[in-house]
């Protein structure tokens, strides 16, 4: 991370960098060291990128859409995790308006096309006594036309769903945007109307799903952002974990 300057408070920014070990982490140093709300770090290749859960995050250089989001958000410390459902949204809209792809959201932040993962979201938080730091990470497969053997028929990339190349650039400014508007309705309206567009790009709803241990219909999410599932017991809530379904 070496020659990253963080901007201003008065000017969020994009520090653009070359290979590094994780945005993520990059982030994080430059909001210690004063970066502004909505500094976006953008890298063209990670070398030890990672997904929720401590999985790895596999990029070729050069072929996805990298980057992490510093936030100090105007959110209380349970509501945090909700910034999560409001950036699935905006990568399917950005990929919606960019790439005419239709996407369908994953319980809880998956971006797929055709049941095959296009974009992955990461969200990490640090507290402290006076505020809460949180890291938005957001992959995108752009232009890869191979993947690991591991996630061979369950990722795929703009590439490949469209047949054609779109600019990184192109993708990321339609990102911020809806970014952008999603997270000022959650901070200024509360998760109901961001509830009500996830459920409407969710492809989780409706299928049955196993999930935390146990199986069942995937039904709603409750406005504390957690799946319920309708099982043979009755509804129970999940707040975290991976779904298989």
């Known amino acids: 991370m070496k020659g990253a300057r963080p901007p201003t408070a008065a000017a969020p920014a994009i520090v653009r960098l ?9 982030a994080f140093e ?27 995050w596999n990029d070729e ?10 936030l100090r958000p105007r959110l209380a410390l349970p509501r945090l995790p909700l910034l999560s459902y409001a950036t699935a949204i ?21 971006v797929l096309v055709g049941d095959r993962k296009i974009a992955g979201i990461l969200l990490e938080s640090r507290i402290s006594a006076v505020a809460a730091t949180v890291v938005v990470g957001i992959g995108v497969n752009l232009t890869q036309r191979r ?8 990722a795929t990339s703009v590439a490949l769903e469209t047949g054609r190349t779109v600019e990184r650039e ?21 998760f109901a109307p961001v509830r009500e567009r996830w459920l409407a790009l969710s492809g ?8 935390d241990g146990g199986a069942g219909l995937a039904v709603d999410v409750d406005l504390e952002g957690a799946l319920l599932l309708q099982d043979g017991a009755g509804l129970r809530r999940v707040l975290s974990g991976p779904i298989e379904g």
């Open 147 to 154: 993947f690991p053997a591991e996630l061979e028929g369950r």
């Open 61 to 70: 250089p050069g072929t996805g859409l990298l980057v992490s989001i510093v």
């Open 18 to 26: 070359g290979a590094v070990e994780s945005t993520q982490a990059v």
């Open 204 to 211: 989780t709803i409706g299928r049955r799903v196993s999930v």
């Open 90 to 110: 905006a990568v399917a809209e950005a990929l919606d308006g960019v790439a005419g792809l239709r996407p369908t959201l994953k319980w809880p932040n998956d």
């Open 30 to 56: 430059l909001a210690e060291r004063g970066a502004a709300d909505r500094t976006v770090v953008l890298a063209d290749h990670q070398t030890a990128g990672r997904g929720r859960r401590g999985r790895a």
């Open 170 to 190: 192109q993708v990321l400014a339609a990102l911020l945007s809806a970014f952008d508007l999603w997270r000022a309705r959650l901070e200024a309206d509360g």
